[in-house]
């Protein structure tokens, strides 16, 4: 009997067929890398307006508990709000009372040292500069509270009481933020004025 022998020829992949999967993969791998850095921005953007309300609500019952607000030195009662940023000696010492750090002194603003505001530590990125919390020096003094891009808050306080904000800047004309003693914001991840939009991060 005559038997039969088959010989199987070997099958690859042609050049062509590589290619397509090689370019399948990069697409695929570019749609997910990009769903990722989305996401991150979007958790970026969260922890920054979390923060951007724990400033006001520190501000608010710092107000409730000793009957004025927290303004630091140069900044008392006038006829104009005041504008803090977070990494200015007006914020560190806004961050200093609020955070219950002040030093033992017949001028403190909060003799109680009640801790109002509660933020976790940043990352320092250079010198003095940092980002994602507050930044102390190695005698544990603060020496600013940043954003997750790293950038400074800005604080706008009631200092004439008059119950509203008049320097909204995020406002296309005279449009004061009425009924509010103090409001938070940054400018988010491109670091600049969208007028509220984009990636504008406010307490309002």
Known sequence: MKIRTFRQSAHGFTLVELLVVIAIIAVLAGAGLAGIKAAIDRAHKTKAMKVCQSIDTAVTNFYDEYGHLPLPSGSAQGNQDVEIITNGAQGIELLTILMGMEDDSDNMLNPKNMRFLDVSEGKRIAN????????????????????????????????NYDNQLDNNPFATGNQPLRGRRVATYTYGKNKKNDHGGGDDVKSW
């Open 128 to 159: 003095n500069m940092g980002r994602d919390g507050v930044i102390y020096s190695a005698g544990n003094r603060i020496q600013g509270l940043y954003d997750p891009w790293g950038q400074p808050y800005h604080v706008l306080i009631d200092a």
